[in-house]
T-cell receptor, first 113, second 115 residues
Framework: AQKVTQAQTEISVVEKEDVTLDCVYE???????LFWYKQPPSGELVFLIR??????QNEISGRYSWNFQKSTSSFNFTITASQVVDSAVYFC??????????FGTGTRLQVFP | DTGVSQDPRHKITKRGQNVTFRCDPI?????LYWYRQTLGQGPEFLTY????????KSRLLSDRFSAERPKGSFSTLEIQRTEQGDSAMYLC?????????????FGEGSRLTVL
């Protein structure tokens, strides 16, 4: 069965701190996709990244980086030098070769000035 | 270009009433999705369309729920005989058809409160 677990319900940091959001997934398929979405207070989910199961290279985009490790079924997300505008709920999601996404329960990140 | 728009943004209704939500996707997107999100949870898939064809429905979509996309453009989601358990945010998303994208463009949602 497919499942995404985000064990951290809420994280609070002070601006400029680095923060890592954890994501652990379960799937029986060998082909799958992992995603991160951001949901700011306005409510509109915003796509951040997609990773397929055959590409374990880590990715960096500005202050954001993602660490995909198949051995531990994890796809963690790190924000470097956090800013107040990073405050949002972040969702990890899994797809088994379809556009139907299975979302985790989300991690609420609060960045204080 | 506007993004995905949903109407109404908020709806308060009494138990047993019918409600309908509308979603207008990004104009060139041929796939349209409905998700439901309850407080403290991630979005849960309900159904999706490719053009006007409804290709998949979740078991969450009981007989009281019906979704349509008659001309392959906007979509409606109707809930009949609402129950308090239907209270949630109903999210619409759209995407372009490729093998797999996962890059769904979401609207701001329609929040339903059933009293």
């Amino acid at each position: 069965a497919q499942k995404v677990t985000q064990a951290q319900t809420e994280i609070s940091v002070v601006e400029k701190e680095d923060v890592t959001l954890d994501c652990v997934y379960e799937t029986r398929d060998t082909t799958y996709y992992l995603f991160w979405y951001k949901q700011p207070p306005s409510g509109e989910l915003v796509f951040l990244i997609r990773r397929n199961s055959f590409d374990e290279q880590n990715e960096i985009s500005g202050r954001y980086s993602w660490n995909f490790q198949k051995s531990t079924s994890s796809f963690n997300f790190t924000i470097t030098a956090s800013q107040v505008v990073d405050s949002a709920v972040y969702f990890c999601a899994l797809s088994e070769n379809t556009d139907k996404l299975i979302f985790g329960t989300g991690t609420r990140l609060q960045v204080f000035p | 270009d506007t993004g995905v728009s949903q109407d109404p943004r908020h709806k308060i209704t009494k138990r047993g009433q019918n409600v309908t939500f509308r979603c207008d996707p990004i104009s060139e997107h041929n796939r349209l999705y409905w998700y439901r999100q309850t407080l403290g949870q991630g979005p849960e898939f309900l159904t999706y369309f490719q053009n006007e064809a409804q290709l998949e429905k979740s078991r969450l979509l009981s007989d009281r729920f019906s979704a349509e996309r008659p001309k392959g453009s906007f979509s409606t989601l109707e809930i009949q005989r609402t129950e308090q358990g239907d209270s949630a945010m109903y999210l619409c998303a759209s995407s372009l058809e490729v093998v797999v994208t996962g890059e769904l463009f979401f609207g701001e949602g329609s929040r339903l409160t059933v009293l």
